[in-house]
Each structure stands twice: as structure tokens, then as C-alpha cells.
């Protein structure tokens, strides 16, 4: 489905609009779609790792594996003996 939206552009930013979409031959609205993905994963990754970090900082050290005093060689030699 798709959704119509007008939006005001100064007249500088609307002839460098059409420019991009001319050069590139695409319409205007596949640019600012693209723009807008774009910067919406960038927003999203920078929310994830935010979210990584306050689960680092809350675990305080528990995240970092269960077996804290053994190392995974001797769990390894443990299991084949």
C-alpha cells in the first residue's frame, strides 16, 4: 500500500531534488524513499547497540559465559574422557 504525503521543500533543495533524480534517472520519490531507508537503518543499528550496551553494563560480567572458571579446552576434555 502506499500513502501520499506532500512535503515543503525550499526552492534550493527541490531543484537539487529533481537534479539527483535527472542524473540518476529515477523519479524523486524512489530518491527520497531510498534517503530515508537509508538513514532509518542507520538510526536503527545505533538504537540496537545502545540497547547491547545497557545489557553489557546491567549483566555485569554474567553475559559473559556461564563457566567463568573453566576454559572451553577443558571443557572440551572433560566431555571426551
Not at 16 to 38: C, D, F, G, W
Not at 41 to 49: A, E, L, N, T
Not at 52 to 76: M, R
Request: proline share 0%; no cysteine; aromatic share 4%.
Amino acid at each position: 500500500m502506499t500513502i501520499r504525503k506532500n512535503f515543503l521543500f525550499d526552492e534550493e533543495v527541490a531543484k537539487h531534488l529533481e537534479e539527483l533524480a535527472t542524473q540518476n534517472k529515477r523519479t524523486m520519490t524512489s530518491l527520497v524513499e531510498e534517503m530515508i531507508e537509508e538513514r532509518y537503518k542507520s538510526i536503527k543499528v545505533k538504537k540496537r547497540m545502545k540497547i547491547l550496551k545497557n545489557i553489557e553494563k546491567t549483566a555485569n560480567g554474567v553475559g559473559k559465559g556461564l563457566f567463568l572458571d573453566k576454559s572451553i579446552q577443558s571443557i572440551k576434555a572433560e566431555i571426551n574422557v
